[in-house]
């Protein structure tokens, strides 16, 4: 459950509540319009094996940062994080 504190500052987990599924797309919406945002948004997006939906948005700018949780013998050893801006 997300928890706001004082200042406005916004925590929660990183799939909180339910997903928009497109495809083999899933989206958390996390930060918006909905949750008093005006000029920033957030979202987290899980992509499954298979042919992914086109994402694409003409309205403004977006970064996208992957997480790539890695593997060693069954065990999580860590995350690695990549950007890439998309006009």
Not at 29 to 54: V, Y
Request: include cysteine; glycine fraction near 12%.
């Amino acid at each position: 459950m997300a928890v706001v504190l004082e200042g406005g500052c916004r925590i929660s987990e990183m799939r909180e509540g339910d997903p928009r599924i497109e495809g083999t797309l899933r989206i958390w919406d996390q930060i918006g319009r909905a949750t008093g945002a005006q000029a920033i948004s957030l979202r987290i997006m899980e992509f499954a094996p298979g042919l992914s939906p086109g994402i694409q948005n003409s309205e403004c700018d977006e970064i996208l940062y992957v997480l790539d949780e890695r593997w060693e013998r069954g065990k999580s050893i860590g995350n690695e994080v990549s950007t890439s801006r998309v006009s």
